[in-house]
């Protein structure tokens, strides 16, 4: 981790600090892409993965959010869950959501269950069938092993006080969110 900054000449300008965090992203993207390359896929999902840079709406020139854009499968992918697989207390069983069945759905809908949690509510088809998804961690494992690099980066912009926040935030840019567990 970076060491306290004395005073705060020594900070980066944002042109630095701005390029700094595109170098960071694409080290992601790289390791990310890596991991992707190695399945049998048709890599549609490895060519769509984009980051993203939010600017400040008060004129900053610097960037106050990063994230990364790509195929909403990416997320399933991730889990191992789709194509009539769900994922129950992180285990992936054959199953659907009950919007799917138009019978359940009205029948939920008269007791007075909304949308959203009809969408949430999840059928088991069969317990004892045998599981040919497994899930691949391809995009949270490389924003992990490098979050103390994003947190030096703004350290040296924002100062001392942006590691312990950009520590304390990076659920926001992974799939697996862990808000409340340590």
Known sequence: MSEILADEKQLKDYQAFNKGVRVWSAKVRRESIK????THGSGRLKH???AHYLQDYNGSKAYVGLGFKFLKYGAYREYGAGRGYIVKDGKIMKGYSEWRDKETRLKRKRQG????RIRRSRVFDEYDVDIKRSALPWLDPPITKSINDLADISGEFYGDAALKKVLEKFDVITIEKRYGKK
Not at 35 to 38: E, F, G, P, Q, R
Not at 113 to 116: F, K, L
């Open 48 to 50: 769509n993965l984009e």
């Open 35 to 38: 991991i992707l390359h190695n």
């Open 113 to 116: 269950w909304s949308d959203y």
